[in-house]
Structures are given as structure tokens and as C-alpha cells.
């Protein structure tokens, strides 16, 4: 709250200096403001982890880490490194990918895709069985998504379009649906 | 309130059965409602456990996503069970701590603690925490109470069952007990019966009945045999009553029997009919009545010796009979004991001896006349007989020149007959009085006659250089002046009949029995046993000639006076050796006295 | 003397003439004889008591002790030696003649010891003093 306050006291180039240490001064606080969000996002990428079932095919064998791919822009940054950090979800390593360029790779469970990408569609219909795909924004589920995040009344809430989950061969666990805000068959 | 031991048998069979049944009833019952309760609750536990479980998996969305209307959500379907009274969900922040995420709160009375609660199961009911995990880790706690109205309610059926079935138990047993008792009781009760209406009419001919074959049935038998046992042994004192009746009633003497105390209890038919009186009137003392006021003292004073003493009761007295004449009765009684020696009862006899006693008296009197006539006589005869010896020893010495050989031989004869006329006479009169004297009862010291008769006889036993000796002599019941007379002569003798040898006589007691036996030992020429007994008869000589003066009427007259008294005389000799005098004198005033009695009759 | 049996009379006579003691010898025959002179001689002071008294018990009419108490009631005469003169040998006789202070003097069955009688009486006057 403090944040906003000092936002509209850049008027004088002379408290410029001043508006600026104040601005450095609040970038963490920013950051934290900002970090919030995306760290509640992070932290339910990571619980759709643990609320999915993916087929066997997904994986090269047992052992092979999941890996969480972030397609396009990274909004987490190191906080969802953080907190992937020496998660094991059914006997895989959680790591995360970071691609900037489609196509993802094949080795990925999880992709988040940046809501701003391009040819969302087509990305998502080129990938193969056993992804779960997730991004931000209403949108999403229209282009073929599977979860949205969504910010709803001021709490981050998700929407799932479970026939495109099911059609990828992930199962998805009650639980996680019957906390979406909407799920779509 | 009576004590339990002696309430009747039945009582104490109901109790008893009631009270164990009872006992086990309450037992089993509280047993199993507890056991009942600590297994329904574990029932309960793990189905609030599995229940949170389920709630808490429930949750785990709502936890992760950080939903907490999910979770409320979640948590309001608990509203179905309504023994929840209560659930909170804890969603972890920190390693450590944990808030509130979303909670179920049915009733005012509840409300989530806004830290997580402790693990022990807090408030009333029951309380469960249960940790929500996710992918093995711990994201929150849901705590869920529940409250216990479904053990209580289950409780509350289980033991209003168990009432019933415990008061249904009762009830049968008692039901039972009520059919089943009476095979111990009956038994018992019957005996009771029995042994009542044998105290009651003391009729031992009834026995009481065998109904069963235990310890009851084996009481029933010695009791009957017991009874058995008693009737026999009144039947057989009857018998014994029956015939002491038939014996004092069929005898001709009069039978008594006395308390210890001396009251006449019983008197034979002969006594009524002798006293015309019925036995009321003289049982107890009233037959004091009856004895002559001369005998009466001494009778009481004996008789209650008798009694205090223990003692047999022997008296002679006169009792009056109906047409009021006294009789002479010899009357006795004995002393009955018990096993410890207590007098009993005395069992006498009264036996008339009224005829008896007549025919004595006069036997007594016609002998006393006859003693008194011979003693008279031999009194008067002393003086003629002195003159003649006198005057023909004159006329011999004054004369005798006068007379021729025959004339002097004549005097001569005159002379001896003279002289033995004379001696005869004084021994006769002797003799006479020796049966004539008065009796006295006291006691004499038999050592003093004897030093006495010593004295008497002190020239010839010098003559003779005899030594005399004796025992310590005792007091014995006889005159002194008839001991004396038996001491001289036996003395005497001895010192008469001595042999060559300087004469030693000795005089020896010994008691034997109610008597003392005295000797009289000698060292003198003894005697021929052929004439033991001859000379004791008067005016027997063993000897005729004058080598021993004497007429012999000595030992006849030790002999009389012994007797009198109730002794005995002998003689044990060995011709050459010597010869011991016996005789016996008693020791008591009674056999001394009875003696006499006996004795003036000869 | 008093003595009712004539032939022991004689005998006395003849023990005094064999002691030849000088004495004259009046006889009573029987109690009351004596009494009669014992009263006489307390009724008269001229007449004499005697000597000595010769007491036979078995007397008629009075027995010789009934003499004997009348003699020691007399004033006169009581202290009169007395010899007692009887065949009988009853110890109570010997003692009721000591009691009544007289001798006693057993009326022997021989001429010989009857004499003794003599010395017997001398005994008896001497030690009264008289002769």
C-alpha cells in the first residue's frame, strides 16, 4: 500500500533523486507485490504436480525427472525455482525448463506458456500426448489450454478445461477440480 | 436385624442363590458394558478417523489452492453426522506454525482455537487431529471433535438391556430356586418337626422320616437311632423302677428311701399299714412322729450323723404303730452314690424286732436274777464254809490228842473239803462278778492295767525271777477291772506254769480290723494242743496235781469277760516250748457296747 | 464288835488270846445293836465309847457302814480306831472303808492267818496310843 502512495509524488527533478532512491526503495516491495502473485502461481504449478496423474508413456522410464517447461517469457523467476527445489512428485524430480522458442520439447509434463506467445493454438494441438498445459488469461482454455490462471476477486483462481486434460491422457484429481473457479468438460 | 446365621435355612438359600447370581449378573454385566464402552470407542476413533481422513484428503485442494471456501465447504457436509459438533482446518505457514484456514461450527458452543491445538484430545468428547498431507507432506491439520452422545446412547441402551435381562435372571432364578429349595428345606424342616414334637410330649416311640439319602438322610437315621437309643434305655428303667417297687413292696420289712438330705422320698406299703397313715403325711420328717420320746434324740443326733458323714445308719428304736403301741425296729440305711462319689440317695430298711428284743430283755433280766442269786449265794456260802475249814483246823491242832489214826484222818478229810469248798466258792463268786460289773464306755489304757497287774503279781514274779515286758499297749473299750483280771491271769500262769527256765512273758498288740488282738507269750512248760479249747471251761485242770495251785477257773474267767466285750480267746502252744495266750478286744465304743448287749444274754 | 455269825466271834476271842491282848470283847449281833450302844454312850457321858470297833459289814438290820457313819457322827466316839472285819473282797468295799478312814481286814480262810488278826489289832491300839 505504501507502494502506490509514493508512485504519485514523481512531480520535481529536484526530489527526482528522491522519487528514485524512494522507487528503488519500493522495487522490492514491488517485487514483493508483484513476487505474491506469481509466487501463489508458482506454488499451484507445482501442487497441479501433485494433483496429476500423467500416463507412463509421458515419462522415459521411472526414474526420469518432470519437468515443469516455461515457454516464452518466465514471470516466476527464481521463486518457482525455489520452491520446485527437491520436490519429488510419484518418484520424479520436479525441474523446470525454461524455452523460449516453440516447439517445446517432447520431455515436458508440464508447460506454461506465455499468455502473449503466438499461435497458441497451433502450439498446443502440435503437442503430444501426456503435457499439461497451462497459462494465464480467460483465454486460454478457448485455444485448446487446459488451465487457466486466472485472477479472481483479488485471489488467484483457475479455470480447467478437463476434455482437453482427459484428451492429453492426464488425470486430473478431484480435488484440484472442485477447487477451480470453473470446469469445463 | 437379626444376624445372618440365624435366619431360617430358607431365608438364607434365597439369599444366598440371589445374591451370587446376583453378584455374577452385575459382574458379567458391568463387565461387558465396560468393555462394551472401550471397544465402541475405539469404534468411534477410527471412525472419526477415518472420517477426518476423508475430510482432511477432502481439504487438501482447498489447502493447496488456499481456498477456504472449498474447505469450508468441504467441512459444512459434516453437518450429516451430527454427533460432529465441530471441525478446523490448519493451514501450515511455517515449519511451526500453522492458522486457521476454515472451520465447522455447528453450535455456539464451539469454536476453532486460532492456533493449532495440542494432540491430546481437549474438551468434552472427542477430538482428533489429523494431519493433511500432500504429496508426503504435512500442508496443514484438521482438527475434528466429535461428541460422545453416541457411546452414551449406545451406553444407556446396552445397560437398561442388561438391567432386564439382569432383573429377568433374578426373577427366574428365584422362580427356580422357589421349585428347587424345597428338597433342602423339606428334609430339614421335617426334622425339626420331629425333634420339636419329641421335646414337646416326650414321646421317644415316634421316629422321623428318611427323604433323602445325603447328610440330612444320614442325621435322619442317627436321630432315629439316637431316639431308639433312649426309648430302650427308659423302657429298661422302668423295668429296674418296676422291680425296686415289687421288691420293697413284697418284702415284709419297711423300705425307705432319703434325699441326701435326709427327707424321706419314699416309703414301702408296709410302712402305711403299720402307721395307719397315708405317705403324705409321713413322708419328708413326719415319721418322727412315730418314735418313742425316749429313743427320738439319739435318734435325729445319728441319723444326721449318718447323713453328714456318709456313714451307714444303724439304730434301734421304738416306733408307735396304729393301735398306738411301741414296737422294737432295728433300722439301717446306706449310702447310694454317683460315679464321683456325691451321695445320691440312702436306701434303708426298718425291720421289727420287737419280739426279739423282748425275748433279750427277758433273757437278760432272768440271766442278771440268776447272776445276782449265784453271786448272793456265793456270798452267803463263804461264811459257813470259812467255819467249818476254820474249826476242824482248831479242832484238829486243839484236839487231836483226843483223836485216834481214823478220827484225825476223818478231820483230815473235813479239813480238805474245807478247803476246797472254800477256794471254789471265792472263784466262784469271782467268776460271777466278772459277768456282773458295770460296763463303762470310756476307754482304758491297757498299759496302766497291765503295770497295775504287774504290781499285783509282783511276789510270785519275783519268786520265779520272772521278767515281764510288753508292747506299747492302747486305749482299749473294756473295764479296767476286767482287763485287770485277764492280765493277772494270764500273767499269772505264765508265771505259774513256768518251766525250768527263768520264766519270760512278753505282751504284744496288733490291730486287725476293728479289734486289737492281744498276746500274752510265755517261755513255759505249754500246752497239749488236745486241751486247747478245754481249758477255758470252768474248773477244768489239766493238771491234778498240787504242783500248781489254782482251780482252774482262771482262763474261764478271762474267757467270760473277753466275750463280753466281743473278743475272742485262744491259745497257741508247743508242749516244751512255750505257749502264747490270744484275745481281742475292740477298739471303738460301738462294738464294745454292742457286744454287751449281746453277751448278757449268756 | 459287831458280828452276827457266832463262830467268827469265836475266832476273834481266840486271835486276842493268842496275842494275849487285854481286852474285853463285847459283842453286838447285829446294826442296830451297835448303833444302840454307840447312841448310849453319846446320851451318857458315864458311858464308855469303846476302843476299838470291830465292824462286820454284813450285818442284819444295819449294814456296817451305816454303823460306821453313825460312829464318826458321834461326838464322842468318832475318832475311835476301826477295823473293818468281812469276808467280801469288792475293791468298793476296801475303798468306802479307807473313805470312811477304817482299816480293812479280809476274813481269811485259815486258822493261822485269822490269828494274824491279833497283831493286826495291837497295831491298830498302839498306834492310838492306847495299851
Given amino acids: 500500500m505504501g507502494c502506490a502512495h509514493q508512485l504519485r509524488r514523481i512531480d520535481w527533478a529536484g526530489p527526482c533523486v528522491l522519487a ?49 517447461c516455461l515457454l516464452g517469457k ?71 489450454g487446459m488451465i487457466a490462471l486466472v485472477i479472481d476477486n483479488r485471489r488467484v483462481r483457475f479455470d480447467i478445461d478437463v476434455a482437453a486434460v482427459e484428451k492429453a491422457g492426464v488425470k486430473l484429481s478431484s480435488q484440484v477440480l472442485s477447487v477451480a473457479r470453473s470446469v469445463t468438460k | 436385624m437379626r444376624r ?125 487431529i489429523e494431519p493433511i498431507v500432500l504429496n508426503g507432506r504435512s500442508i496443514g491439520t484438521l482438527a475434528l471433535q466429535s461428541d460422545l452422545g453416541e457411546l452414551y446412547e449406545r451406553l444407556r441402551i446396552y445397560s437398561s438391556t442388561i438391567l432386564g435381562v439382569f432383573l429377568a435372571s433374578l426373577l427366574l432364578a428365584s422362580l427356580l430356586l422357589n421349585r428347587l429349595r424345597a428338597v433342602i428345606t423339606t428334609p430339614i424342616a421335617r426334622l425339626v418337626r420331629a425333634t420339636t414334637h419329641v421335646s414337646h410330649t ?145 436306701i434303708g430298711s426298718n425291720t421289727d424286732i420287737h419280739e426279739q428284743k423282748e425275748r433279750e430283755e427277758a433273757l437278760r433280766r432272768a440271766n442278771e436274777d440268776l447272776q445276782q442269786f449265784a453271786y448272793s449265794a456265793s456270798h452267803d456260802l463263804q461264811e459257813p464254809i470259812r467255819n467249818v475249814t476254820i474249826y476242824s483246823e482248831i479242832v484238829a491242832s486243839r484236839y487231836h490228842s483226843v483223836l485216834d489214826a481214823e478220827g484225825q484222818q476223818f478231820l483230815g478229810f473235813l479239813k480238805e473239803g474245807g478247803h476246797r469248798l472254800s477256794t471254789l466258792v471265792r472263784d466262784l463268786l469271782a467268776y460271777t ?74 505282751i504284744a498288740v496288733q490291730p486287725i480290723g476293728r479289734m486289737w488282738r492281744f498276746s500274752v507269750q510265755d517261755n513255759g512248760i505249754g500246752i497239749d494242743p488236745e486241751y486247747k479249747e478245754k481249758i477255758f471251761g470252768i474248773f477244768k485242770r489239766l493238771s491234778h496235781d498240787n504242783k500248781y495251785s489254782g482251780t482252774g477257773i482262771g482262763l474261764a474267767i478271762c474267757q467270760r469277760v473277753v466275750e463280753r466285750y466281743g473278743g475272742r480267746i485262744w491259745v497257741e502252744s508247743e508242749p516244751g516250748t512255750g505257749s502264747t495266750f490270744y484275745f481281742t478286744l475292740p477298739n471303738n465304743a460301738q462294738t464294745a457296747r454292742s457286744a454287751a448287749i449281746q453277751s448278757s444274754g449268756g | 464288835m459287831a458280828e452276827d455269825n457266832l463262830p467268827d466271834a469265836l475266832l476273834v476271842r481266840e ?69 473293818i472285819m468281812t469276808s467280801s473282797d469288792a475293791p468298793e468295799d476296801r475303798q468306802r472303808a479307807a473313805e470312811l478312814g477304817a482299816g480293812y481286814f479280809r476274813k481269811p480262810g485259815s486258822y493261822e492267818a485269822f490269828l494274824k488278826l491279833g497283831g493286826v489289832l495291837k497295831e491298830l491300839l498302839t498306834v492310838r496310843g492306847t495299851d
Avoid at chain 2, 511451526?96 to 484430545?121: D, I, M, N, R
Avoid at chain 2, 420289712?253 to 402305711?272: C, L, S, V
Fill in chain 1, 20 to 68: 528514485l532512491a524512494a522507487l528503488l526503495l519500493t522495487l522490492p516491495c514491488l517485487a514483493a507485490e508483484q513476487a505474491p502473485e506469481y509466487g501463489v502461481k508458482a506454488a499451484f504449478l507445482l501442487n497441479f504436480t501433485k494433483f496429476a496423474d500423467w500416463p507412463p508413456a509421458a515419462f522415459a522410464d521411472g526414474q526420469a525427472p518432470m519437468q515443469i
Fill in chain 2, 433 to 506: 462278778r466278772a459277768s456282773m460289773a458295770e460296763l463303762n464306755d470310756q476307754p482304758v489304757e491297757a498299759s496302766e492295767v497291765f503295770r497295775n497287774s504287774v504290781t499285783a503279781l509282783s511276789e510270785p514274779i519275783r519268786e520265779a525271777g520272772a521278767v515281764v515286758t510288753a508292747d506299747e499297749l492302747p486305749k482299749v473299750y473294756i473295764g479296767d477291772v476286767h482287763l485287770q483280771q485277764v492280765f493277772q491271769n494270764l500273767i499269772g500262769n505264765a508265771v505259774k506254769y513256768r518251766s525250768d527256765a527263768p520264766p519270760r512273758i512278753h
Fill in chain 3, 15 to 83: 486271835a486276842v488270846r493268842a496275842e494275849k491282848l487285854p481286852l474285853e470283847i463285847h459283842v453286838a449281833s447285829d446294826g442296830e445293836q451297835a448303833i444302840a450302844f454307840i447312841a448310849r454312850a453319846d446320851a451318857d457321858p458315864d458311858a464308855p465309847c469303846p476302843h476299838l470297833l470291830l465292824l462286820d459289814l454284813n450285818l442284819p438290820k444295819k449294814n456296817g457302814f451305816e454303823v460306821l457313819k453313825r460312829l464318826r457322827a458321834s461326838e464322842k466316839c468318832k475318832d475311835i480306831p476301826v477295823l
Fill in chain 1, 74 to 144: 518466465d514471470p516466476f523467476g527464481r521463486v518457482l525455482d525455489d520452491l520446485v527445489q527437491g520436490e519429488i512428485v510419484r518418484g520424479h524430480q520436479l525441474t523446470v525448463r525454461r524455452i523460449t522458442q516453440p516447439p517445446p520439447p517432447q520431455t515436458c509434463q508440464v508447460l506454461f506458456i506465455d499468455p502473449a506467445m503466438k499461435e497458441l493454438r497451433k502450439i498446443v494441438e502440435g503437442l503430444p500426448q501426456g503435457v499439461l498445459t497451462i497459462s494465464e488469461g480467460d483465454g486460454f482454455l478457448h485455444n485448446g
Fill in chain 2, 202 to 346: 416326650g414321646d421317644y416311640s415316634i421316629r422321623a422320616e428318611k427323604l433323602s439319602g445325603d447328610e440330612m438322610g444320614l442325621l435322619v437315621d442317627r436321630f432315629n437311632d439316637m431316639l431308639a437309643g433312649i426309648q430302650s434305655a427308659f423302657r429298661e428303667i422302668d423295668k429296674q423302677r418296676a422291680r425296686f417297687h415289687f421288691m420293697a413292696e413284697s418284702m415284709p420289712q419297711k423300705i425307705f428311701t432319703a434325699r441326701p438330705d435326709g427327707e424321706i422320698d419314699y416309703f414301702n406299703p408296709q410302712w402305711m399299714e403299720f402307721t395307719g397313715l397315708s405317705f403324705d403325711q409321713i413322708k419328708d420328717w413326719g415319721w418322727t412322729q412315730f418314735v418313742h420320746p425316749d429313743d427320738i434324740d439319739e435318734n435325729m443326733r445319728v441319723w444326721k450323723q449318718a447323713l453328714e458323714a456318709g456313714e451307714p445308719f444303724h439304730f434301734e428304736q421304738r416306733f408307735r404303730n396304729a393301735a398306738g403301741k411301741y414296737r422294737w425296729h432295728l433300722s439301717r440305711a446306706l449310702p447310694m452314690r454317683d460315679a464321683t462319689g456325691n451321695v445320691t440317695m440312702w
Fill in chain 2, 4 to 128: 445372618f446365621r440365624d435366619r431360617p435355612i430358607k431365608q438364607k438359600l434365597v439369599i444366598i442363590t440371589l445374591a451370587t447370581t446376583g453378584v455374577a449378573l452385575v459382574l458379567a454385566g458391568v463387565g461387558n458394558v465396560l468393555v462394551d464402552s472401550l471397544l465402541f470407542r475405539g469404534y468411534l476413533r477410527r471412525d472419526l478417523t477415518v472420517l477426518a481422513r476423508v475430510i482432511a484428503d477432502n481439504s487438501l485442494g482447498a489447502l493447496s489452492f488456499n481456498d477456504p471456501n472449498a474447505a469450508a465447504q468441504t467441512l459444512s457436509a459434516l453437518k450429516e453426522r451430527s454427533h460432529i459438533t465441530g471441525a478446523c482446518i490448519y493451514r501450515k505457514t511455517s515449519p511451526e506454525k500453522a492458522e486457521l484456514f476454515a472451520q465447522y461450527a455447528p453450535t455456539s458452543e464451539f469454536s476453532c482455537p486460532a492456533a493449532q491445538p495440542g494432540a491430546e484430545v481437549t474438551g468434552r468428547g472427542m477430538t482428533l
